[in-house]
């Protein structure tokens, strides 16, 4: 009944950006807690940036002051803006939400997305 869908990944070059956006489907009453996930090939998928609902927000250090998490509550949607990109960027990245409750009153502890490429080369 809950899915996430991410979108925005795609093909940039060195220094450039791009908007990562992960909707959350169904009949969703909120969320708690709401991240990115990145893995590049041959690696463990790592931690990018969380936001709860309190609007607090946590970072990787190799992320950090490039990029900005935020969400859209009405909208069941979790952004990630990716500034000044590196090739390290390179990776799948998966949205991730935690604590969801749906209007049926089901508590989910946790649901992915499929996750969307994202590839910073020249």
């Known amino acids: 009944q809950v899915q996430l869908v991410e979108s925005g990944g795609g093909l940039v070059q060195p220094g450039g950006s791009l908007r990562l956006s992960c909707a959350a489907s169904?009949?969703?009453?909120?969320?708690?807690?709401m991240g990115w996930y990145r893995q590049a090939p041959g690696k463990q998928r790592e931690l990018v940036a969380i936001?709860?609902?309190?609007?607090?927000?946590t970072y990787a250090d190799s992320v950090k002051g490039r990029f900005t998490i935020s969400r859209d509550n009405a909208k069941n949607t979790v952004y990630l803006q990716m500034n000044s990109l590196k090739p390290e960027d390179t990776a799948v990245y998966y949205c991730?939400?935690?604590?969801?409750?749906?209007?049926?009153?089901?508590?989910?502890?946790?649901?992915w997305g499929q996750g969307t490429q994202v590839t910073v080369s020249s």
């Open positions: 936001i709860t609902s309190a609007v607090r927000t």
């Open positions: 169904g009949s969703i009453f909120s969320i708690n807690d």
């Open positions: 991730n939400a935690v604590g969801v409750l749906t209007a049926a009153f089901e508590y989910i502890s946790d649901r």
